[in-house]
């Protein structure tokens, strides 16, 4: 007897080929609903799937497979020969070949449908004879994925399809049911608010293979959320420029998330994921230029993101310097001319800034993953507590607002020195407060005096704010909350230092 190919397919990218050519190699196809009205339209001898359970579809089309004339077929392990006995006294044929893909409930997701519509695109027949055919792989052959129909017709044809085979295209298939469940689990979650569930499924897509990972003797890959509500990394559209590295990905989300963060025009220089320099001016060519010039020194071989698109004034700017990798809305055609002559230059596109505090933020350790969401509050300045004997000036609150907001993406313990909305000095990941003072001051090169000066988290002692007057610091932004606060406040007094309570701690591990 010949064959038996069941398919029934939403994805029906490439079916009628692949269905041809399986009715050549003499394989008897069933199928069900639109499929086999596809099929019969282009000639291909099709069975409704019906007729072999002498069962009509009913309920709108939620019972046309679920039937035990189907799943014998496919459940049936021939090597064992009660099962081939029991298929026969039955008169079940078995099925060879199980071609399914799913309803569309990942776009019923992604456009937001309504309850009742998502509910209707919610598949019950389809994950069912997938997971039967990938239980019974070493009968039943299993295909969820239109990529692989070339591939499963060179093997039919040649006789070839191996036991590995074979479990490699069950594994597709459970990868494939277990996603699709991820995502109806995390819909309904959703609509129910709950962002913290008790049993947490998250669904990611390779979009790549990578290089190496941090280091050359690690192997790593790059995953995608395919829901992701925002322009980011991830969907990032690569114009040019090598392959990207698994430290470039890094740094470059650390860089653009940053800039999202500024309405003005706005640069950031990045490396290892903290900021070289970081500025907002009226134009992001003059934005680029000063963020660059906050430490030129180690802004080799980083990466820039900027909050506009790049245009020829910042392309000449990058022209003379060796940069991994620019990420920006939008390269103008001007600015491509410029750039495409720097040979490993990586650019990337991201289109128009977008943001989505609701999203996860996940960071994982050995055995386990820490979930939280990406949320920080807004500060205006009707919000800051003024604490010091001298109020700040109006262009000292809003360079202070400025540093704070890049001190959102310095990891801790970290101090922003800024001027003018401009960083001057920046100390990143110090065990010590007061060190991380000292070394935003030596990175700024004597550029501290008039500046400002932000802390991630409150100064502990009175010890940060006295290197600070000694730096020519003007102004602080803190969120306060220490036992030792007065000390503190007495110290800024003493100096004639304005500082400003926000209540709001920034750390970033």
């Known amino acids: ?64 497979s679920i039937h035990p004339r189907i799943f014998a077929g496919i459940l049936a392990d021939r090597k064992i020969k009660k099962h081939v006995q029991e298929l026969k006294k039955q008169r079940i044929n078995a099925i060879d070949l199980v071609v399914v893909n799913f309803y569309p409930f990942e776009e019923a997701a992604k456009r937001n449908a309504k309850l009742s519509e998502a509910i209707e695109n919610i598949d019950i027949g389809g994950p069912s004879l997938v997971r039967a055919a990938a239980k019974n792989h070493q009968s039943t052959l299993v295909v969820v994925d239109p990529k692989d129909y070339v591939w499963i017709i060179g093997k039919l044809k ?112 990045i490396k290892h994921t903290n900021p070289c320099g970081a500025a907002s001016a009226l134009t992001i060519e003059e934005a680029y230029k000063k963020a660059h010039k906050t430490d030129p020194k180690s802004a080799f071989g980083s990466i820039v993101a900027l909050n506009r698109n790049c245009n020829a004034k910042t392309a000449e700017l990058m022209r003379p310097l060796f940069i991994e990798v620019v990420v920006c809305p939008k390269f103008d055609d001007s600015s491509l001319e410029i750039l495409k002559e720097k040979k490993n230059l990586r650019l990337l596109e991201t289109g128009n800034i977008t943001s989505d505090e609701n999203c996860y933020d996940l960071k994982k350790v050995c055995g386990g ?64 407060r007061v060190d991380a003072v000292k070394l935003a001051v030596m990175k700024s090169e004597g550029k501290s005096q008039g500046s400002v000066m932000s802390s991630d988290a409150f100064f502990p002692f009175r010890d940060g704010v006295d290197e600070a007057a000694k730096a020519g610091v003007t102004a602080i932004i803190q969120p306060g909350g220490s036992i030792r606060d007065a000390e503190v406040i007495d110290a800024a007094n003493e100096n004639s230092i304005a500082m400003v309570f926000t209540g709001i701690r920034l750390f970033k591990h």
């Open 1 to 64: 007897m010949a064959n038996t190919a069941l398919i029934s397919v939403s994805n029906k990218e490439g079916i009628v080929d692949f269905a041809r050519k399986l009715s050549e190699l003499d394989f008897r196809i069933i199928s069900t609903g639109n499929t086999a009205k596809l099929l019969q339209s282009n000639k291909i001898n099709t069975v409704q799937i019906s007729e072999v359970t002498q069962f009509p579809e009913m309920l709108d089309g939620r019972i046309k």
């Open 158 to 269: 040649n006789k070839k399809v191996t036991s590995n085979d074979r479990m490699r295209l069950a594994a597709k298939a459970y990868a494939y049911t277990a996603r699709y469940d991820s995502i109806i689990n995390n819909y309904l979650n959703n609509l129910l608010n709950d962002k913290f569930p008790d049993i947490l499924n998250l669904t990611y897509k390779k979009i790549q293979d990578l290089r190496y990972g941090e280091n050359p003797y690690q192997t790593a890959s790059f995953y995608m959320d395919l829901f992701v509500n925002e322009n980011c990394v991830s969907n990032a559209k690569q114009l040019r420029g090598k392959e990207l590295s698994f430290n470039n990905i890094i740094d470059i989300d650390a860089a653009f998330e940053m800039v999202k963060d500024f309405e003005k025009p706005t640069a950031a220089v």
């Open 369 to 432: 993953l820490l979930l939280q969401n990406k949320y920080h509050p807004k500060l205006v300045d009707s919000e800051l507590k003024f604490v010091s004997k001298r109020k700040p000036t109006k262009d000292e609150i809003s360079s202070l607002i400025f540093a704070w907001k890049v001190n959102k993406h310095v990891k801790s313990n970290s101090i922003v020195l800024a001027k003018d909305n401009v960083t001057v000095g920046i100390g990143a990941g110090q065990m010590s």
